[in-house]
Protein backbone atom coordinates (compact mmCIF):
# COMPACT_ATOMS: atom_id res chain seq x y z
CA UNK A 1 0.00 0.00 0.00
CA UNK A 2 2.67 2.36 1.03
CA UNK A 3 4.77 1.43 -2.08
CA UNK A 4 1.45 2.69 -4.03
CA UNK A 5 0.84 5.63 -2.23
CA UNK A 6 4.88 6.67 -3.11
CA UNK A 7 3.57 5.98 -7.02
CA UNK A 8 0.63 8.19 -6.94
CA UNK A 9 3.09 10.95 -5.32
CA UNK A 10 5.80 10.80 -7.96
CA UNK A 11 3.15 11.22 -10.82
CA UNK A 12 1.24 14.25 -9.01
CA UNK A 13 4.47 15.56 -8.49
CA UNK A 14 5.33 14.61 -12.90
CA UNK A 15 1.92 16.01 -13.49
CA UNK A 16 2.13 19.25 -11.48
CA UNK A 17 5.76 19.45 -13.58
CA UNK A 18 4.07 19.22 -17.01
CA UNK A 19 1.33 21.85 -15.51
CA UNK A 20 4.35 24.40 -15.36
CA UNK A 21 4.88 23.62 -18.58
CA UNK A 22 1.49 23.89 -20.09
CA UNK A 23 0.99 27.59 -18.12
CA UNK A 24 4.39 29.20 -18.91
CA UNK A 25 4.26 31.78 -21.24
CA UNK A 26 6.84 31.46 -24.06
CA UNK A 27 6.19 34.97 -25.96
CA UNK A 28 7.79 36.64 -28.98
CA UNK A 29 7.31 40.26 -30.41
CA UNK A 30 6.93 40.44 -34.10
CA UNK A 31 7.10 44.10 -35.31
CA UNK A 32 5.17 45.24 -38.33
CA UNK A 33 8.59 44.91 -40.69
CA UNK A 34 8.56 40.94 -39.75
CA UNK A 35 4.86 40.70 -40.67
CA UNK A 36 4.41 42.41 -44.09
CA UNK A 37 4.52 39.95 -46.69
CA UNK A 38 2.89 36.14 -46.34
CA UNK A 39 6.20 34.82 -46.63
CA UNK A 40 7.85 36.31 -43.42
CA UNK A 41 4.36 34.99 -41.78
CA UNK A 42 4.64 31.31 -42.56
CA UNK A 43 8.59 31.95 -41.39
CA UNK A 44 7.59 33.35 -38.06
CA UNK A 45 5.26 30.72 -37.24
CA UNK A 46 7.09 28.10 -38.30
CA UNK A 47 9.69 28.90 -35.99
CA UNK A 48 7.32 29.64 -33.52
CA UNK A 49 5.80 26.02 -33.29
CA UNK A 50 9.34 24.33 -34.33
CA UNK A 51 11.11 25.70 -30.82
CA UNK A 52 7.84 25.16 -28.78
CA UNK A 53 6.50 29.03 -28.71
CA UNK A 54 3.59 29.67 -27.77
CA UNK A 55 2.58 33.45 -28.14
CA UNK A 56 2.83 35.81 -30.82
CA UNK A 57 2.50 39.53 -29.77
CA UNK A 58 2.10 40.34 -34.08
CA UNK A 59 2.34 44.51 -34.62
CA UNK A 60 -0.38 44.70 -36.54
CA UNK A 61 -0.30 48.67 -36.27
CA UNK A 62 2.78 51.11 -36.39
CA UNK A 63 2.01 54.39 -35.97
CA UNK A 64 -1.86 55.17 -35.80
CA UNK A 65 -1.79 53.07 -39.79
CA UNK A 66 -3.20 49.66 -40.15
CA UNK A 67 -1.50 45.97 -41.76
CA UNK A 68 -5.12 45.04 -41.33
CA UNK A 69 -8.56 46.31 -42.74
CA UNK A 70 -9.95 49.22 -40.56
CA UNK A 71 -13.96 48.64 -40.49
CA UNK A 72 -13.76 45.38 -42.23
CA UNK A 73 -16.92 44.04 -42.00
CA UNK A 74 -18.37 45.42 -38.67
CA UNK A 75 -18.48 49.28 -39.24
CA UNK A 76 -19.47 49.71 -35.28
CA UNK A 77 -16.49 51.43 -34.09
CA UNK A 78 -15.32 53.99 -36.92
CA UNK A 79 -11.66 53.84 -36.99
CA UNK A 80 -10.35 56.32 -39.25
CA UNK A 81 -6.44 54.94 -39.04
CA UNK A 82 -5.15 54.19 -43.25
CA UNK A 83 -3.15 51.36 -44.28
CA UNK A 84 0.31 51.29 -43.33
CA UNK A 85 3.10 52.75 -45.71
CA UNK A 86 5.14 49.55 -44.28
CA UNK A 87 3.43 47.60 -46.48
CA UNK A 88 4.37 47.12 -50.55
CA UNK A 89 0.86 45.54 -50.95
CA UNK A 90 -1.91 47.19 -49.66
CA UNK A 91 -4.32 45.04 -49.87
CA UNK A 92 -2.32 42.57 -48.01
CA UNK A 93 -4.05 41.82 -44.13
CA UNK A 94 -1.56 40.79 -42.21
CA UNK A 95 -3.38 39.93 -38.91
CA UNK A 96 -5.99 37.90 -41.18
CA UNK A 97 -3.07 35.93 -42.83
CA UNK A 98 -1.55 35.13 -39.23
CA UNK A 99 -5.00 34.35 -37.99
CA UNK A 100 -5.45 31.77 -40.38
CA UNK A 101 -1.32 30.57 -40.04
CA UNK A 102 -1.64 29.46 -36.92
CA UNK A 103 -5.22 28.38 -36.59
CA UNK A 104 -5.06 24.54 -35.66
CA UNK A 105 -1.62 25.55 -34.07
CA UNK A 106 -1.02 25.91 -30.13
CA UNK A 107 -0.50 29.10 -30.39
CA UNK A 108 -1.82 32.15 -29.18
CA UNK A 109 -2.33 35.58 -30.86
CA UNK A 110 -2.36 38.99 -29.73
CA UNK A 111 -2.78 42.08 -31.72
CA UNK A 112 0.45 44.43 -30.99
CA UNK A 113 -0.73 48.14 -30.69
CA UNK A 114 1.34 50.83 -30.01
CA UNK A 115 -1.36 53.39 -28.32
CA UNK A 116 -0.42 56.85 -27.91
CA UNK A 117 2.94 57.01 -30.10
CA UNK A 118 0.92 57.94 -33.54
CA UNK A 119 3.13 59.74 -35.56
CA UNK A 120 6.92 58.54 -36.82
CA UNK A 121 9.85 61.05 -36.47
CA UNK A 122 9.65 60.79 -40.49
CA UNK A 123 6.46 62.57 -41.38
CA UNK A 124 6.95 62.58 -45.34
CA UNK A 125 5.54 59.13 -46.07
CA UNK A 126 2.43 59.38 -43.59
CA UNK A 127 -1.19 59.85 -46.25
CA UNK A 128 -2.99 63.28 -45.35
CA UNK A 129 -5.90 61.23 -44.14
CA UNK A 130 -3.72 60.13 -41.04
CA UNK A 131 -4.69 61.69 -37.56
CA UNK A 132 -1.45 63.83 -37.57
CA UNK A 133 -2.80 65.64 -40.32
CA UNK A 134 -6.29 65.56 -39.97
CA UNK A 135 -6.62 66.00 -35.44
CA UNK A 136 -3.13 68.01 -35.01
CA UNK A 137 -5.19 69.60 -32.07
CA UNK A 138 -5.09 66.04 -30.16
CA UNK A 139 -1.00 65.80 -30.04
CA UNK A 140 1.33 66.42 -26.87
CA UNK A 141 3.24 68.90 -26.34
CA UNK A 142 5.59 70.88 -23.88
CA UNK A 143 4.80 73.97 -22.09
CA UNK A 144 6.52 75.68 -24.71
CA UNK A 145 4.06 74.81 -28.04
CA UNK A 146 6.47 74.79 -31.04
CA UNK A 147 6.90 72.10 -33.40
CA UNK A 148 10.38 71.51 -31.94
CA UNK A 149 8.68 70.80 -28.96
CA UNK A 150 5.81 68.56 -29.64
CA UNK A 151 8.11 65.32 -30.40
CA UNK A 152 10.78 63.01 -28.72
CA UNK A 153 13.27 60.34 -30.74
CA UNK A 154 10.27 58.18 -30.76
CA UNK A 155 8.23 60.33 -32.62
CA UNK A 156 4.96 61.87 -32.17
CA UNK A 157 2.40 60.87 -29.36
CA UNK A 158 -1.44 61.89 -28.53
CA UNK A 159 -2.39 63.42 -25.24
CA UNK A 160 -3.58 60.86 -22.77
CA UNK A 161 -5.59 63.98 -21.26
CA UNK A 162 -7.59 65.18 -24.40
CA UNK A 163 -11.11 63.41 -23.80
CA UNK A 164 -11.06 62.91 -27.46
CA UNK A 165 -8.06 60.78 -27.81
CA UNK A 166 -9.49 58.03 -25.19
CA UNK A 167 -12.43 58.20 -27.44
CA UNK A 168 -10.40 57.84 -30.56
CA UNK A 169 -8.52 54.54 -29.43
CA UNK A 170 -11.18 52.83 -27.82
CA UNK A 171 -12.72 52.64 -31.08
CA UNK A 172 -9.66 51.36 -33.08
CA UNK A 173 -8.95 48.45 -30.47
CA UNK A 174 -12.83 47.85 -30.08
CA UNK A 175 -12.83 47.94 -33.92
CA UNK A 176 -9.84 45.25 -34.27
CA UNK A 177 -11.28 43.03 -31.80
CA UNK A 178 -15.07 43.01 -32.81
CA UNK A 179 -13.67 42.58 -37.15
CA UNK A 180 -11.02 39.82 -35.96
CA UNK A 181 -13.07 37.85 -33.37
CA UNK A 182 -10.52 34.69 -33.77
CA UNK A 183 -7.49 36.84 -31.94
CA UNK A 184 -6.95 35.58 -28.79
CA UNK A 185 -6.11 38.81 -27.06
CA UNK A 186 -4.72 42.95 -27.19
CA UNK A 187 -1.47 43.79 -25.84
CA UNK A 188 -0.92 47.75 -25.85
CA UNK A 189 2.49 49.17 -25.66
CA UNK A 190 3.64 52.82 -25.33
CA UNK A 191 0.67 53.24 -22.98
CA UNK A 192 2.41 56.43 -21.71
CA UNK A 193 3.35 60.12 -21.73
CA UNK A 194 6.72 60.47 -23.72
CA UNK A 195 8.23 62.46 -21.38
CA UNK A 196 8.05 64.40 -18.12
CA UNK A 197 7.70 67.62 -19.84
CA UNK A 198 5.06 66.57 -21.80
CA UNK A 199 0.76 66.97 -21.31
CA UNK A 200 0.79 70.72 -22.25
CA UNK A 201 -2.22 69.75 -25.03
CA UNK A 202 -4.29 72.37 -25.15
CA UNK A 203 -7.72 70.68 -24.36
CA UNK A 204 -5.83 68.40 -21.96
CA UNK A 205 -4.15 71.22 -19.86
CA UNK A 206 -7.86 72.64 -19.68
CA UNK A 207 -8.94 69.47 -17.97
CA UNK A 208 -6.00 69.48 -15.49
CA UNK A 209 -6.80 73.26 -14.58
CA UNK A 210 -10.01 72.76 -13.85
CA UNK A 211 -9.02 69.45 -11.63
CA UNK A 212 -6.68 71.66 -9.68
CA UNK A 213 -9.75 73.94 -9.14
CA UNK A 214 -11.09 70.83 -7.40
CA UNK A 215 -8.51 69.62 -5.94
CA UNK A 216 -5.79 72.50 -5.41
CA UNK A 217 -3.02 70.45 -3.38
CA UNK A 218 -3.11 67.89 -6.55
CA UNK A 219 0.07 67.76 -9.08
CA UNK A 220 0.15 68.13 -12.47
CA UNK A 221 2.48 64.40 -12.51
CA UNK A 222 -0.37 63.27 -10.36
CA UNK A 223 -3.04 63.97 -12.69
CA UNK A 224 -1.65 62.88 -15.66
CA UNK A 225 -1.45 59.32 -13.79
CA UNK A 226 -4.78 59.41 -13.24
CA UNK A 227 -5.51 59.89 -17.42
CA UNK A 228 -3.89 56.60 -17.91
CA UNK A 229 -5.39 54.77 -15.31
CA UNK A 230 -8.79 56.10 -16.13
CA UNK A 231 -7.76 55.35 -19.60
CA UNK A 232 -7.23 51.47 -19.05
CA UNK A 233 -9.62 51.05 -16.79
CA UNK A 234 -12.28 52.13 -19.66
CA UNK A 235 -10.47 50.30 -22.60
CA UNK A 236 -11.07 47.20 -20.28
CA UNK A 237 -14.33 47.87 -19.15
CA UNK A 238 -15.51 48.34 -22.64
CA UNK A 239 -13.15 45.19 -24.05
CA UNK A 240 -15.30 43.19 -21.35
CA UNK A 241 -18.41 44.28 -23.10
CA UNK A 242 -17.21 43.43 -26.35
CA UNK A 243 -15.52 40.25 -26.34
CA UNK A 244 -14.51 38.98 -22.44
CA UNK A 245 -12.36 36.58 -23.46
CA UNK A 246 -9.75 38.67 -25.09
CA UNK A 247 -6.34 38.74 -22.59
CA UNK A 248 -5.66 42.31 -22.20
CA UNK A 249 -1.96 43.07 -21.64
CA UNK A 250 0.16 46.45 -21.38
CA UNK A 251 4.40 46.38 -22.38
CA UNK A 252 5.47 48.87 -19.93
CA UNK A 253 8.64 51.00 -18.80
CA UNK A 254 10.36 47.81 -15.89
CA UNK A 255 12.27 50.68 -13.61
CA UNK A 256 9.20 51.42 -11.95
CA UNK A 257 10.30 54.78 -10.33
CA UNK A 258 11.40 56.03 -13.55
CA UNK A 259 7.90 54.48 -15.67
CA UNK A 260 5.88 56.61 -12.75
CA UNK A 261 7.93 59.90 -12.44
CA UNK A 262 9.05 60.02 -16.31
CA UNK A 263 6.13 58.76 -17.85
CA UNK A 264 3.34 58.44 -15.90
CA UNK A 265 2.78 54.73 -16.01
CA UNK A 266 1.78 53.34 -12.63
CA UNK A 267 1.98 49.65 -13.82
CA UNK A 268 1.58 48.65 -10.23
CA UNK A 269 -1.70 50.27 -9.96
CA UNK A 270 -2.90 49.02 -12.81
CA UNK A 271 -2.43 45.37 -11.36
CA UNK A 272 -3.40 45.97 -8.00
CA UNK A 273 -7.05 46.97 -9.35
CA UNK A 274 -7.21 44.32 -12.39
CA UNK A 275 -7.44 46.90 -15.24
CA UNK A 276 -5.14 44.53 -17.33
CA UNK A 277 -4.30 40.59 -17.29
CA UNK A 278 -0.86 40.45 -17.53
CA UNK A 279 1.87 43.26 -17.83
CA UNK A 280 5.08 42.70 -19.66
CA UNK A 281 8.33 44.85 -17.83
CA UNK A 282 10.98 45.52 -20.47
CA UNK A 283 13.77 44.03 -18.55
CA UNK A 284 16.29 44.57 -21.67
CA UNK A 285 19.20 46.00 -19.63
CA UNK A 286 22.60 44.66 -20.49
CA UNK A 287 23.80 44.02 -17.02
CA UNK A 288 22.84 40.86 -15.44
CA UNK A 289 22.78 42.55 -12.02
CA UNK A 290 20.04 44.73 -12.76
CA UNK A 291 17.78 41.79 -14.69
CA UNK A 292 18.21 39.82 -11.40
CA UNK A 293 18.02 42.51 -8.99
CA UNK A 294 14.18 43.56 -11.29
CA UNK A 295 13.02 39.73 -11.04
CA UNK A 296 13.60 39.59 -7.13
CA UNK A 297 12.13 42.51 -5.97
CA UNK A 298 9.34 41.44 -3.47
CA UNK A 299 6.58 44.33 -5.25
CA UNK A 300 6.65 42.58 -8.50
CA UNK A 301 6.87 38.62 -6.97
CA UNK A 302 3.71 39.55 -5.21
CA UNK A 303 1.93 39.51 -8.77
CA UNK A 304 4.14 37.07 -10.42
CA UNK A 305 1.43 34.90 -11.94
CA UNK A 306 0.25 38.04 -13.62
CA UNK A 307 3.88 39.66 -15.04
CA UNK A 308 5.80 37.89 -18.40
CA UNK A 309 8.92 39.55 -18.45
CA UNK A 310 10.30 40.93 -21.52
CA UNK A 311 14.00 40.04 -22.17
CA UNK A 312 16.58 41.85 -24.83
CA UNK A 313 16.80 39.30 -27.47
CA UNK A 314 18.47 42.37 -30.03
CA UNK A 315 21.91 43.55 -30.81
CA UNK A 316 24.04 45.66 -28.03
CA UNK A 317 26.05 47.67 -30.86
CA UNK A 318 25.46 47.52 -34.96
CA UNK A 319 28.12 45.18 -35.44
CA UNK A 320 27.46 42.90 -32.12
CA UNK A 321 25.51 40.40 -31.59
CA UNK A 322 24.14 40.52 -28.04
CA UNK A 323 25.19 37.23 -26.34
CA UNK A 324 23.04 34.28 -26.08
CA UNK A 325 24.09 33.00 -23.00
CA UNK A 326 22.82 35.95 -21.20
CA UNK A 327 19.23 35.32 -22.84
CA UNK A 328 19.87 31.56 -21.43
CA UNK A 329 21.05 33.35 -18.23
CA UNK A 330 17.76 35.78 -17.95
CA UNK A 331 15.61 32.78 -19.13
CA UNK A 332 16.78 31.06 -16.19
CA UNK A 333 16.68 33.84 -13.28
CA UNK A 334 12.99 34.55 -14.64
CA UNK A 335 11.89 30.97 -14.24
CA UNK A 336 14.00 30.30 -10.70
CA UNK A 337 11.83 33.35 -9.23
CA UNK A 338 8.77 31.74 -10.72
CA UNK A 339 7.01 34.49 -13.50
CA UNK A 340 4.77 33.20 -15.49
CA UNK A 341 6.23 33.65 -18.71
CA UNK A 342 9.10 34.87 -20.59
CA UNK A 343 8.44 37.60 -24.21
CA UNK A 344 11.86 37.71 -26.03
CA UNK A 345 12.30 41.22 -28.11
CA UNK A 346 11.91 40.69 -31.06
CA UNK A 347 11.75 38.38 -33.98
CA UNK A 348 14.81 39.44 -35.84
CA UNK A 349 17.88 37.90 -37.22
CA UNK A 350 19.32 37.55 -33.68
CA UNK A 351 16.75 35.53 -32.46
CA UNK A 352 16.01 33.28 -35.09
CA UNK A 353 19.67 33.00 -35.26
CA UNK A 354 19.62 31.71 -31.92
CA UNK A 355 16.06 29.66 -32.00
CA UNK A 356 17.71 26.37 -32.30
CA UNK A 357 20.63 26.75 -29.49
CA UNK A 358 17.01 27.88 -26.97
CA UNK A 359 14.93 24.63 -27.96
CA UNK A 360 17.68 22.46 -26.83
CA UNK A 361 18.54 24.23 -23.44
CA UNK A 362 15.71 25.66 -22.52
CA UNK A 363 12.58 25.54 -24.70
CA UNK A 364 12.29 21.33 -25.33
CA UNK A 365 8.74 20.39 -24.85
CA UNK A 366 7.84 19.86 -21.49
CA UNK A 367 11.46 20.68 -19.73
CA UNK A 368 12.57 23.53 -18.00
CA UNK A 369 16.38 22.80 -17.22
CA UNK A 370 18.48 25.44 -14.98
CA UNK A 371 21.92 27.03 -16.12
CA UNK A 372 23.21 27.73 -13.51
CA UNK A 373 24.49 23.92 -12.83
CA UNK A 374 27.99 22.11 -11.75
CA UNK A 375 30.19 22.15 -14.81
CA UNK A 376 32.56 19.58 -12.87
CA UNK A 377 31.60 15.51 -13.12
CA UNK A 378 30.88 16.28 -9.43
CA UNK A 379 27.71 17.09 -7.66
CA UNK A 380 27.70 20.02 -5.47
CA UNK A 381 29.15 19.28 -1.73
CA UNK A 382 26.95 21.07 1.34
CA UNK A 383 29.01 23.19 3.18
CA UNK A 384 28.35 23.42 6.88
CA UNK A 385 28.75 27.52 8.23
CA UNK A 386 28.39 27.84 11.88
CA UNK A 387 27.47 31.58 12.41
CA UNK A 388 26.35 33.91 15.24
CA UNK A 389 23.06 35.22 13.67
CA UNK A 390 22.85 38.93 13.28
CA UNK A 391 26.53 39.69 13.91
CA UNK A 392 29.32 39.70 12.05
CA UNK A 393 31.21 36.81 14.11
CA UNK A 394 31.56 33.94 12.47
CA UNK A 395 32.98 30.36 13.24
CA UNK A 396 35.61 28.55 10.97
CA UNK A 397 34.25 27.00 8.05
CA UNK A 398 34.85 24.34 5.64
CA UNK A 399 36.29 25.64 2.39
CA UNK A 400 35.13 22.57 -0.07
CA UNK A 401 34.70 23.72 -3.70
CA UNK A 402 32.81 22.59 -7.19
CA UNK A 403 36.05 23.21 -9.38
CA UNK A 404 35.35 24.19 -12.97
CA UNK A 405 38.35 23.81 -15.19
CA UNK A 406 38.58 27.35 -15.89
CA UNK A 407 37.68 28.89 -13.04
CA UNK A 408 36.85 28.01 -9.38
CA UNK A 409 34.57 29.31 -6.02
CA UNK A 410 34.71 28.94 -2.63
CA UNK A 411 34.02 30.45 0.47
CA UNK A 412 36.15 30.59 3.89
CA UNK A 413 36.13 32.85 7.22
CA UNK A 414 38.86 35.14 8.06
CA UNK A 415 38.23 38.01 11.14
CA UNK A 416 34.88 37.32 11.47
CA UNK A 417 34.09 37.56 7.30
CA UNK A 418 33.18 35.27 4.73
CA UNK A 419 35.55 35.73 2.40
CA UNK A 420 34.66 34.68 -1.47
CA UNK A 421 37.74 33.08 -3.00
CA UNK A 422 38.10 33.21 -6.91
CA UNK A 423 40.50 31.98 -9.12
CA UNK A 424 40.69 32.10 -12.62
CA UNK A 425 42.57 31.13 -15.79
CA UNK A 426 42.19 35.09 -17.64
CA UNK A 427 40.65 38.60 -16.59
CA UNK A 428 36.72 38.75 -17.17
CA UNK A 429 34.09 39.64 -15.70
CA UNK A 430 32.38 37.44 -13.16
CA UNK A 431 28.84 37.40 -11.13
CA UNK A 432 28.86 35.50 -8.10
CA UNK A 433 25.70 35.68 -5.80
CA UNK A 434 23.98 33.89 -2.84
CA UNK A 435 20.88 32.49 -3.33
CA UNK A 436 18.15 31.35 -1.09
CA UNK A 437 17.09 27.93 -1.30
CA UNK A 438 13.85 28.32 -3.24
CA UNK A 439 15.99 30.61 -5.83
CA UNK A 440 15.54 34.24 -4.83
CA UNK A 441 18.75 36.14 -5.29
CA UNK A 442 19.85 37.99 -2.04
CA UNK A 443 23.11 39.19 -2.62
CA UNK A 444 24.95 39.66 -5.51
CA UNK A 445 28.49 40.81 -7.14
CA UNK A 446 29.35 41.84 -10.86
CA UNK A 447 32.58 42.90 -11.14
CA UNK A 448 35.90 42.86 -13.87
CA UNK A 449 38.26 39.98 -11.86
CA UNK A 450 41.73 40.04 -12.71
CA UNK A 451 43.72 36.24 -13.98
CA UNK A 452 44.69 34.56 -11.02
CA UNK A 453 42.83 34.88 -7.32
CA UNK A 454 40.27 37.59 -6.59
CA UNK A 455 39.55 37.65 -2.86
CA UNK A 456 36.13 39.58 -1.81
CA UNK A 457 35.44 40.47 2.17
CA UNK A 458 32.16 40.19 2.72
CA UNK A 459 30.34 39.84 6.15
CA UNK A 460 27.46 37.96 5.56
CA UNK A 461 25.00 40.54 5.37
CA UNK A 462 22.44 40.95 2.74
CA UNK A 463 21.49 43.48 0.43
CA UNK A 464 18.77 44.46 2.47
CA UNK A 465 20.49 44.26 5.04
CA UNK A 466 19.97 41.66 7.26
CA UNK A 467 22.48 38.82 7.72
CA UNK A 468 22.28 35.25 6.63
CA UNK A 469 19.50 33.26 8.61
CA UNK A 470 19.80 29.42 9.46
CA UNK A 471 18.70 27.40 6.54
CA UNK A 472 19.93 26.44 3.02
CA UNK A 473 22.03 28.67 0.44
CA UNK A 474 23.60 28.73 -2.56
CA UNK A 475 26.39 30.44 -3.79
CA UNK A 476 26.83 30.73 -7.36
CA UNK A 477 29.38 32.07 -9.78
CA UNK A 478 28.91 33.23 -13.69
CA UNK A 479 31.90 34.17 -16.14
CA UNK A 480 31.21 36.05 -18.72
CA UNK A 481 34.10 34.81 -20.63
CA UNK A 482 33.98 31.00 -20.48
CA UNK A 483 30.22 31.29 -20.78
CA UNK A 484 30.12 28.49 -17.44
CA UNK A 485 28.92 28.41 -13.99
CA UNK A 486 30.06 27.05 -10.69
CA UNK A 487 28.01 26.09 -7.85
CA UNK A 488 28.26 25.49 -4.22
CA UNK A 489 25.59 24.69 -1.54
CA UNK A 490 25.63 26.34 1.77
CA UNK A 491 24.15 25.39 4.75
CA UNK A 492 23.69 28.21 7.85
CA UNK A 493 23.38 26.37 11.37
Known sequence: MRFIVQIVFILLSVMASLNLYCHEIRAVWATSWEIDTPGKIDKLVEDMVSNNQNTILAEIRY??????????????????DPRSYILDNLTFDALQYLIDSVSGKDISLHAWLPAYVAAPVDLSRLPQSHIYFTHPELFTCKQKKDSDNCINDEGYFLDPGNPEVLE????????????????????LDYFRYPGIDFGYNEEAYKGWLDYNERKPSSSFSEWKRLQLNKSLKEIHNQLSIVDSNKVLSVAVVSDYQRAITDYSQD??????????????????????????????NKNYLEYKDKVVIGLRAFNSYPKQDYPLFKIKQNINEVRTNGYV??????????????????????????????????????????QEVETILKTKELTQIDSTEVVCEDFTIKLQQKNNKFVVIIETDTSCHIEWKIKSKNGFTLFNRFRWYSKGKTIEKWDGQLDNSDYLQSGDYILTAFSELHHKSVIKRIRVK
Open 267 to 296: WLYWLENDYIDYVYPMVYSTNTIIVSSFLS
Open 63 to 80: RADALYIPNKSNCEYTNP
Open 341 to 382: GISLFSYSELLQKYFTDLKESYYQQGAIQPIIQPHSKDEATT
Open 168 to 187: YLKNVIMDIVSNYPQIDGVH
